[in-house]
């Protein structure tokens, strides 16, 4: 499982290790690992021209130290300092023994573009409030250079705890992280501006329950339901799925395609797209007499293409057993229908339906994601995943939300969303909680339309088709 800490975690665990240690002792640490990326990314360090952007905490204190490192490797190293009389002491000193140069921000523009590589250290875990204009400019400067961009512990700019971008930021090809990963780097839209992240161990002792979990491969393969010797169909979990409309019988096709690829024994489908259904997937067992004539299921997706058929998502919701409500049935769901339930909830919205659930607008949720899923989570009593570029899954209960980022932008297309509802209701079906069904649904989903698409269009069939390798992927 791979964690982030909000800021005033890591501040606490700071405290005390440093209490331990000799003084600078993490700071060297830091360095350390941020010299030995640099030069990773460097190649070669000996005659390379390396600029620091040099703000005025021990963000600017670490990038000095291993500026200091590069420079005694043999880089030309020139520290850009933005506010002179407030910098790191100790790490100036070293970086002027080690023959650095020091330079004001008037005369960044030149050296920033004959760099090498940019080190960002502008601002780390104490920034606040987007880049102040004095220090904006430099970020500009980085972007537009073709020197390789690291940013130190976070891009100066975003926000560490939430994954906000208020006005200018550094993009960096490289983030150094010290300690844990924090919120913002694995939260978009802040998560685009780290580019690949590196962590580095400074000894930091955390404590177990994180801000932020990510699954990993093994995390999902130990979660992933496997038939034993004693299941048969029934035991595996039975899905029900009660989508699509005479308007939108692709839709209920498309849960199903993921649904039948999700785990369950079996797939009952309620509603009036059964032909479309069978004929693409005669395994399917198909009614349309609404989803309480439909038979014993262990849990609902419904919603996806469903159009206005509110009886069908109030009787779902009625049902004692998980039920995962996408698209339009978030829409037709009463909120009070869902706070009722003592079974787990599922919503599955992308921003535009969680922005209309919330009563704000698109870019308000966007903008702020963690906020924004956890707001919803609270106000429906219900686990709530939020889509898009990363994935958010939070629970009612407040505590750690899931982010998942195993997508790929090739599945920004129509129906995809489908796929995914399908397969998280079929893994709620056969027994996961709300959080590890959508959690785990969505890194099989995005892992799954990496695989369809392979670097081309795919359709969101193409992505439900490639669920069998992404499974067999995360196995293996
Ligand atoms: N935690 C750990 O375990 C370890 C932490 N370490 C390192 O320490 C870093 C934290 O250092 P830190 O606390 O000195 O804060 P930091 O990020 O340098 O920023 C403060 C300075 O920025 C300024 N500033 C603020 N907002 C701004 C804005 N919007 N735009 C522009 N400027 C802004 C602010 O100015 P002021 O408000 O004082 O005028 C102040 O001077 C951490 O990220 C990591 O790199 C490692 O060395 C070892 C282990
Ligand atoms: N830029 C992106 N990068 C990665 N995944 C994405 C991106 N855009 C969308 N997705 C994923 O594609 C799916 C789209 O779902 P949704 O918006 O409900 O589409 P639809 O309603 O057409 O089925 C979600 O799983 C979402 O997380
Ligand atoms: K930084």
Not at 243 to 252: C, H, N
Not at 285 to 300: F, N
Not at 364 to 386: F, I, Q, W
Request: charged share 20%; proline share 5%; hydrophobic share 50%.
């Amino acid at each position: 499982m791979r964690t982030a800490y909000s800021v005033e975690t890591v501040r606490a665990a700071e405290r005390e290790l440093m209490a331990r240690l000799p003084e600078g002792a993490l700071m060297q640490r830091a360095a350390a690992g941020l010299a030995a990326a640099c030069a990773d990314v460097l190649g070669r360090v000996y005659g390379s021209r390396v600029v620091l952007l040099i703000g005025s905490g021990d963000n600017g204190g670490d990038a000095l130290y291993a500026g200091a490192r590069l420079a005694r490797r043999g880089a030309g190293v020139t520290a850009v300092l933005l506010a002179p009389e407030r910098t790191h002491p100790g790490g100036l000193a070293a970086l002027r023994r080690a023959g650095g140069t020091l330079v004001t921000p008037g005369a960044a523009e030149q050296i920033v573009r004959r760099a090498d590589l940019v080190v960002d250290g502008i601002v780390g875990i104490g920034g606040k409030g987007g880049l102040r204009p004095d220090a904006a400019p430099l970020a500009e400067l980085a972007a537009d250079s073709r020197a390789a961009v690291v940013a130190v512990d976070l891009p100066s700019g975003i926000e560490a705890d939430t994954g906000e971008v208020l006005g200018a930021a550094v993009r960096a090809d490289l983030t150094v992280t010290f300690g844990t990963h924090k919120p913002g780097l694995l939260i978009d839209p802040a998560r685009e501006y780290a580019g690949s992240v590196r962590l580095v161990d400074i000894g930091l002792e955390l404590p177990d329950q994180a801000e932020l979990e990510a699954l990993q491969h093994a995390d999902v393969a130990a979660r992933l339901p496997v038939p034993g010797a004693a299941s048969d169909k029934y035991r595996r979990g039975v899905l029900g799925v009660a989508a699509g409309s005479a308007r939108y019988p692709g839709a209920a096709v498309l849960a199903v395609s993921g649904a039948l690829r999700g785990g369950a024994g079996a797939v009952r489908y309620v509603g009036p797209a059964g032909d479309a259904v069978i004929a693409a997937f005669p395994e399917t067992l198909v009614s349309d007499k609404g989803p309480h004539k439909a038979g014993r299921v262990q849990a609902w997706v419904v919603g996806p293409g469903a159009g206005d058929d509110a009886s069908a998502v109030a009787e779902v919701l009625a049902a004692e057993v998980p039920v995962l409500v996408d698209a339009d049935g978030l829409r037709l769901a009463e909120r009070g229908a869902v706070r009722a339930r003592s079974a787990p909830t599922l919503m599955t919205p992308h921003a535009g339906e969680a922005a209309a659930l919330l009563g704000v607008s698109r870019a308000v949720v966007e903008g702020a994601r963690l906020a924004s899923v956890r707001e919803l989570a609270g106000l429906y009593g219900a686990t709530v995943l939020l889509k898009g570029a990363t994935t958010l899954v939070a629970d009612a209960g407040g505590g750690v939300v899931r982010v998942n980022s195993t997508g790929t932008a090739w599945l920004a297309t129509a129906g995809s969303g489908d796929v995914l509802s399908g397969l998280a209701g079929s893994l709620l079906a056969a027994g996961l909680s709300a959080v590890d069904a959508g959690s785990v649904a969505a890194y099989v989903h995005g892992l799954a339309g990496r695989f369809a698409a392979d670097g081309a269009p795919a359709g969101a069939h193409d992505v439900a088709s490639a669920i069998p390798a992404a499974w067999r992927d995360i196995r293996d």
